[in-house]
């Protein structure tokens, strides 16, 4: 209510300022007043041009023979009169010159005009103090956490799929809150945190709300970025109001996402030790594990870089436990798909086992993707359910992008496409052991002219040397048919190049799969924190990094003169793929497909 009033009371002012503003400018341009310096005005006066003279303590405004009005501003009175001298003294006391002299009027805009500023100071200055929630000038230090109430819609464990252990690991902390004498008359002590680790898309967020769902408890949700300001100390007075108001509510849980973007290793800023995400962070540490204490209050975080958060905040009694949020296996794909689809019209022809054994390396967020563009395919093509066909087009949409149909594509265009897409397939046919053509596509999508999709039935985590091998020689298959039909090559090959390139990088430095560098990890795997990074020599010395190169090239070479062989042997089915993806310009089904794969 009273924003309401100090927003109208702000406009209300800000109309009468407008308009006293334009009276005052078109009083001063519909004035005929001349306006001329004092010096001149006692010269008309000398002269015996002026009929008459009006003055007040800063202005003279004389009336000349012709008419015209003269305005001139003088400093007084007084200082007028040894001015003008006894000459106009005397014209003044014969009466020959009309004299008047009055007060200044008093300026209705002169008074408005310092009430005005002072009222708009006023206003705006009750404005910042209310400043709507944590807006104010005086909120800068509260928290920005949301409490989750009836509102916000309740999610269970019965909502989430495809994480069987991780809701076994959280289910005690909601056991704990339910019926913590349980675990008290034991001794135990419930985790004062819970790490959640997992690539985006698996569910990290989605696991903290089903927690709150099912515990029945205060849950406070905020995001890491919502602790640090420009204004140094204030990130750290919003963690001790955060746990003041956690302290008040509990038992209760605190849910930080994105917690890396406060909880970085400490010494990693170019300012010093001293900057406002430290603080923050130091805050932190001291209210999950400091002399105060917080029973009753559980913390569950959520990041996707645990390789650079700060140690202190590791350790057992801060974040005891750290629970890994992977990409589902086959079971967990289709239980997700399940949930997603109960809430969808589907079509009996849809097989969501097959669907899910054939969408591999897919997290949970990216099914739910493919659920969701099925639904508008079929809804864009005036269908009641959702068909096999939505899905296939959902699938490949979300994996490479939308058709690009309205792309004209030259005869020789579609040639060059049709070949370098047959030489991946070929290639993989042949010499791959898992990964099996699903899809070919000289559809142009997003970024690629065409495409082919691989599929593999085994989920098996180990990959061997021969299955990385093989996957270099056929990505590398474009390539080798465009040398072979064309006797020439193009630029279509980039991105093939760059995944065969990081293929075989990692099986010399991170895999020990090269004999003439031995079996040493030359690389962590990791990305590049420059904080930890920067300044950090290389372990190994630059001959091994020419001898690294070599051996990456070596691998390269060798498996594409292994695609080039067979393909030319394989010539004549070569081109028969290539004809039949001139004249179908797609080829297989849609329905297999793997994630996470270049074509």
């Given at each position: 209510m009273?924003q309401?009033f100090?927003?109208s009371?702000g406009?209300?002012?800000?109309i009468l300022i ?22 001149t ?5 000398k002269?015996s ?5 009006e ?7 004389a009336?000349?023979?012709d008419?015209?009005i ?6 007084s009175l ?9 000459e106009l003294v005397?014209?003044m006391?014969?009466?020959t010159?009309?004299y008047?002299t009055k007060s ?5 805009w002169a008074?408005l005009?310092?009430?005005?500023t ?10 910042m103090?209310s400043?709507?929630?944590?807006r104010?000038?005086?909120?800068f230090?509260k928290s ?16 989430v ?25 034991l001794g ?13 898309g698996t569910?990290?967020?989605l696991?903290?709300r ?7 408890v ?9 602790f640090?300001e420009?204004y140094?100390?204030v ?9 003041e108001?956690a302290?008040a509510?509990?038992?209760?849980i ?27 962070l ?8 400091g ?5 009753g ?5 959520a990041t ?7 140690p202190?905040l590791?350790?057992?009694g ?6 890994v949020?992977d ?6 794909r289709?239980?997700i ?10 079509s009996s ?5 097959k ?5 591999a390396?897919c997290?949970?967020?990216e099914?739910e993707?493919?659920?969701n ?7 864009r ?7 096999k ?6 699938n ?13 594509m030259?005869?020789?265009?579609k040639r ?12 993989a ?5 898992k ?11 997003g ?9 593999n ?9 021969g299955?990385?091998l093989a ?5 590398l298959?474009?390539?080798?048919a465009e040398?072979?039909v ?6 279509g090959?980039?991105?093939d190049?760059?995944?065969a390139?990081?293929?075989a ?9 090269s ?10 795997g ?6 930890r ?10 001959q ?9 090239q ?6 594409y003169e292994?695609a ?10 070569l ?5 039949a993806?001139?004249?179908?310009e797609t080829?297989?089904?849609t329905?297999?497909?793997q ?5």
């Open positions: 009273l309401r100090l927003r009371a406009i209300w002012i800000g407008i308009f006293y503003g334009s009276y005052a400018l078109l009083s001063t341009i519909l004035d005929d007043v001349v306006e001329i310096n004092y010096s005005l006692v010269q008309e006066v002269n041009n002026v009929t008459h003279l003055v007040n303590s800063k202005t003279a405004t009336v000349l023979n008419g015209t003269c305005s001139a501003k003088i400093p007084t200082v007028m009169h040894d001015d003008l001298g006894s005397e014209m006391s014969e009466g010159l009309s008047t200044e009027p008093i300026s209705f008074i005009s310092p009430l005005l002072i009222i708009m100071i006023i206003v705006i200055f009750m404005i103090m400043g709507g929630g944590t104010g000038a005086m909120n230090g920005r956490a949301k409490l989750l109430d009836s509102s916000f819609k309740k999610v269970t464990f019965s909502d799929a495809g994480a069987k252990e991780e809701k076994e690991e959280l289910s005690e902390l909601v056991d704990f809150l339910k019926n913590p004498a349980k675990f008290t008359e135990a002590r419930i985790p004062k945190g819970v790490l959640l680790v997992g690539s985006p569910g990290k967020t696991l903290a089903a927690v709150a769902g099912e515990a029945g205060p849950f406070f949700t905020i995001s890491g970025s919502d640090v420009m140094v100390g990130g750290a007075s919003r963690v001790r109001d955060l746990f108001q302290k509510a509990k038992p209760c605190i849910f930080i996402d994105e917690i890396d973007a406060v909880g970085r290793k400490r010494g990693s800023g170019m300012g010093g030790g001293h900057d406002e995400r430290e603080q923050t130091n805050q932190l540490l001291v209210e999950m594990d002399f105060g204490k917080n029973e209050i559980i913390i569950i975080a996707n870089r645990p390789d650079i958060l700060d202190a590791l350790r057992p801060r974040f005891d436990r750290r629970i949020v990409i589902p296996d086959v079971v967990g289709e239980e798909l399940a949930i997603y689809a109960a809430k969808k019209p589907i022809d849809v097989d969501l086992k669907l899910a054994k054939d969408t390396g997290s949970g967020a099914l993707n493919i659920m563009e099925a639904a508008i395919f079929a809804a093509r005036n269908r009641t359910v959702i068909e066909q939505d899905i296939e087009d959902a490949t949409k979300v994996l490479m992008g939308p058709e690009k149909r309205s792309h004209v030259s005869d020789e265009e060059i496409t049709a070949y370098h897409e047959a030489g991946h397939a070929i290639a046919k042949l010499l791959s052991k990964d099996k053509i699903s899809h070919i596509s000289i559809i142009p999508r970024r690629s002219g065409g495409h082919t999709m691989y599929h039935d085994d989920e098996n985590a180990h990959i061997t040397k299955d990385l996957r270099i020689a056929s990505t298959g474009g390539r080798a040398a072979i064309l006797e020439d090559i193009t630029t090959a980039s991105q190049i760059k995944y390139t990081q293929l990088h990692e099986m010399v430095t991170r895999f020990g799969m004999e003439s560098v031995g079996l040493v990890c030359y690389e962590s990791d990305e590049v924190f420059l904080g990074d920067l300044g950090v020599s290389k372990s190994y010395s630059e091994m990094a020419g001898k690294i190169d070599s051996e990456i070596r691998i390269i070479t060798t498996q292994a080039v062989k067979v393909l030319k042997e394989n010539r004549e089915k081109d028969r793929v290539a004809k993806l001139l004249e179908k080829t297989g089904s329905y297999y497909g994630c996470r794969r270049p074509d």
